[in-house]
C-alpha cells in the first residue's frame, strides 16, 4: 500500500466528518474495512464480552509500514487519498484517515503489523499516551485490538447494550460484508467461540450458501442487468415466500454496503408481484457504478450514498431483478416484441412462433385437466422432433437426454413450464385456452387488492380460461377454469395470475400466463416413465426457447464430449 500521508487542511475539510465510534460494531466496521482495503483475503474478527472488553480484528493483507505506524493513528492521515479530486477515483472502503485516530482517544490499542512474513512491529496506545513500538516477529497483515472501549466515557459506555445484543449487531454487519467479499474468508468469535467460519469461495452464490442457508440459496437465481455506465449483478429469491421482512436484503455500491431507498424501492416494485402478500424478497445486489456516479462522502459512517442519477440507478435494478423474477422484458427469443416488452397482443399474435401448434391442439382435447395424465397423453411433436433422445431419469427431477452430440440435463420442471407456457400463448391467440368445469362449485376467498384487479384483468383472465364470479363479500365462484390445471390448483393459479399490476401493466397478460403455467407443470421428485420423458423433451425443442422457462430459470445443462473426455483424460 501506499505511504500513509497528512490530508492538507483544504481537503479534509471538504470530507464529511463526525463520530465514528459508537459501539463496538463501529471497531468491527472500521476495522475490518481496513483489512479490506489492505488486500487481505482472510480476516478474524474476535469478541469479548460483545465487544465491549475487546475487539480484535487480524488481517493478512499488506501491513503497515513500520515507520508510519504512528501516524496511522494521527487524524487525517491516509494512505488512500491525496487530493480531493481522488474521491472521484476512489476504489478503498476508507478515504478519511479519521477512524485509527478516534478510536485510539476512545480506547486502549495494541497493533502488530509487518509488511514481509516476520518482520513486525508491536505497538501499544494508551488514551492520551504517547505510542511504545518494538520489533517482534509475526506473520504478514495487520493484528489490532481495542480493548475497554469508552473507559474514559462512563456515560458512553452506559449506552452500550448486552452482549448478545452487540454481538448480534457485529454479526448482521460482518455477513453482510462477507456477502459481497466472497473471495476473503471470514471468520467471528465470541468470548473464545467460533459464531462463524466462511472460508473464501469462487462465487457470490457460495457466499451465499455459507450466510443465508442451503435453503434460501437453492432459491436464489442471478440477477444480471447491464446499464450505460453502470452494472446491477447478485441473486434474488424466486420463493413466493420471501422473507418476513428487508432484514436479507443486502445492498452494495461498488462493494460498500448501503441501505439506500433508491435501490430498496427498486428491488421491491420488481419483485413484489412474485411474492406473497406482506412478504419480501431476499435479496444480494451489487451495483457497480463510476465512482464520480456516486457520492459517498455524505455521512460519516459511509453507510450513506448519493448517485448522481437516482432515476438510472432505480431503472437499472428494477430492471435487473424484475428480469430475473421472470419479466417478459428480458425475453431474449421474440425479436419482434423485444422493444415492445411483453405486450400481450403483440406477443400472442406474433406469427414467428408456430412450434408443434396442432399437435399440442389435439393434445388438449385428450387431456383430463390433470398434469400427470396431461403428459401422458399429449403425443409429442413426431419422432424425436428436435433431435433429442432420452436416456433416463436422475433424482426424478432431471431427464437425461442426448441431443446434437451433447449430453443434456433438462429440469423437468421449468422444461414442463415453457411447454405448458407456449401451449397456453398459441391457445389464448387462437380460440382461447380451453376450459374446463369444476364438479362440485368453487368458491376462492380474495383479498381486496385481489378483487380489484379481477376487474382489471378481466380479458386476461378469461383468454385463459376462467370464468369466475363474484359473490359478495370476498368469494369468487369459479364456473370454469383452464383445463390444464388439476382443481387442487386452481385457486393458486388464480392468485398466480392475479399479480398486482402496478408495474406490471404491460406484462400482466405474460405474467399470468407464466404462473398458471407453473402451476401446472410437473414439479420434481416426480418420476416419469421414458416415453412420457421423450414427449416432453420432444415438445421442449419444438419451442422457440427451450433454454429458459416463462420465469427465465435455465431448463438445460449442456455437457459437450469434449468436457467429459477431458475429465476422464481422453484428451
Ligand atoms: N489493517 C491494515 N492493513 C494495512 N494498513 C492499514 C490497516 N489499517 C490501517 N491501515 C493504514 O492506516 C491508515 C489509516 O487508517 P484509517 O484511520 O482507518 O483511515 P482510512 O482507512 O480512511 O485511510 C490507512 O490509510 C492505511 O494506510
Ligand atoms: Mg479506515
Request: charged letters at 25%; glycine letters at 10%; hydrophobic letters at 40%.
Amino acid at each position: 500500500m501506499a505511504r500513509i500521508r497528512e490530508l492538507p487542511p483544504d481537503v479534509y475539510r471538504k470530507i464529511a466528518a463526525g463520530e465514528v465510534v459508537e459501539r463496538p460494531l463501529s471497531v468491527v466496521k472500521e476495522l475490518v474495512e481496513n483489512a479490506l482495503d489492505a488486500g487481505a483475503d482472510h480476516i478474524h474478527v474476535e469478541l469479548e464480552d460483545g465487544g465491549r472488553h475487546w475487539v480484535r480484528v487480524s488481517d493478512n493483507g499488506c501491513g503497515i509500514n513500520a515507520g508510519d505506524i504512528p501516524l496511522a493513528f494521527q487524524r487525517h492521515s491516509t494512505s488512500k487519498l491525496s487530493g480531493i479530486e481522488d474521491l472521484d477515483q476512489l476504489t478503498t472502503l476508507g478515504f478519511r484517515g479519521e477512524a485509527l485516530a478516534s478510536l485510539r482517544e476512545v480506547a486502549r490499542i495494541q497493533l502488530v503489523s509487518a509488511e514481509t512474513e516476520g518482520a513486525g512491529v508491536e505497538m501499544d496506545l494508551e488514551p492520551g499516551g504517547q505510542p511504545r513500538l518494538r520489533t517482534v516477529s509475526s506473520s504478514r497483515g495487520t493484528r489490532i485490538t481495542v480493548s475497554d472501549l469508552f473507559h474514559n466515557f462512563p456515560v458512553r459506555r452506559k449506552f452500550l447494550k448486552s452482549a448478545r445484543t452487540e454481538t448480534n449487531r457485529v454479526v448482521s454487519w460482518l455477513e453482510g460484508i462477507a456477502l459481497a467479499w466472497w473471495k476473503v474468508g471470514f471468520d467471528l468469535d465470541h468470548n473464545g467461540r467460533s459464531v462463524f467460519s466462511y472460508p473464501g469461495v469462487d462465487s457470490l452464490l457460495e457466499r451465499a450458501y455459507q450466510v443465508l442457508g442451503r435453503e434460501t440459496a437453492a432459491e436464489l437465481v442471478p440477477v444480471m442487468g447491464d446499464g450505460e455506465t453502470a452494472t446491477c449483478t447478485g441473486l434474488v429469491s424466486r420463493s413466493r415466500g420471501g422473507g418476513p421482512d428487508r432484514r436479507r436484503q443486502y445492498f452494495f455500491v461498488n462493494r460498500r454496503p448501503v441501505r439506500e431507498k433508491t435501490l430498496m424501492a427498486a428491488l421491491h416494485n420488481a419483485a413484489a408481484p412474485f411474492l406473497e402478500k406482506g412478504r419480501h424478497p431476499v435479496a444480494v445486489l451489487l451495483l457497480e457504478v463510476s465512482a464520480e456516479d456516486v457520492d459517498v462522502n455524505i455521512h460519516p459512517m459511509k453507510l450513506e450514498i448519493r448517485f448522481r442519477d437516482d432515476q438510472a440507478a432505480f431503472r437499472l435494478v428494477y430492471h435487473a431483478v424484475a428480469a430475473a423474477m421472470g419479466n417478459q422484458t428480458a425475453f431474449p427469443s421474440h425479436p419482434g416484441t423485444a422493444d415492445a416488452p411483453g405486450r400481450y397482443s403483440a406477443f400472442v399474435r406474433n406469427a414467428a412462433w408456430s412450434g408443434g401448434a396442432d399437435v399440442s391442439q389435439a393434445a388438449e382435447a385428450g387431456s383430463a385437466g390433470n398434469v400427470r395424465e396431461n403428459l401422458l397423453l399429449f403425443p409429442g411433436g413426431g419422432p424425436h422432433a428436435g433431435g433429442v433422445r432420452v436416456l433416463g431419469q436422475y433424482r426424478s427431477a432431471y431427464i437425461v437426454a442426448e441431443r446434437n452430440g451433447e449430453l443434456l440435463l433438462i429440469d423437468q420442471h421449468n422444461a414442463h413450464e415453457r411447454v405448458i407456457y407456449d401451449r397456453l400463448r398459441r391457445q389464448a391467440a387462437d380460440q382461447g385456452v380451453e376450459s374446463a368445469a369444476p364438479l362440485f362449485p368453487m368458491l376462492i376467498e380474495l383479498s381486496a387488492t385481489e378483487r380489484g384487479l379481477l376487474a382489471q384483468k378481466g380479458e386476461i383472465l378469461a383468454g385463459l380460461g376462467f370464468e369466475l364470479e363474484p359473490m359478495g363479500g370476498a368469494s369468487v365462484a369459479v364456473r370454469r377454469y383452464p383445463r390444464l390445471l388439476a382443481e387442487a390448483e386452481v385457486a393458486g393459479a388464480l392468485r398466480e395470475a392475479l399479480q398486482p399490476a402496478e408495474e406490471q401493466v404491460e406484462t400482466g397478460g405474460d405474467l399470468s400466463l407464466a404462473g398458471v403455467a407453473c402451476k401446472a407443470a410437473i414439479k420434481v421428485n416426480q418420476p416419469l416413465s421414458l416415453l412420457e420423458m421423450q414427449r416432453l423433451a420432444d415438445e421442449l425443442f419444438a419451442c422457440e426457447n427451450p433454454e429458459f422457462c416463462p420465469h427465465r430459470r435455465p431448463i438445460l445443462v449442456h455437457i459437450s464430449l469434449e468436457e467429459i473426455e477431458k475429465r476422464v483424460r481422453r484428451r
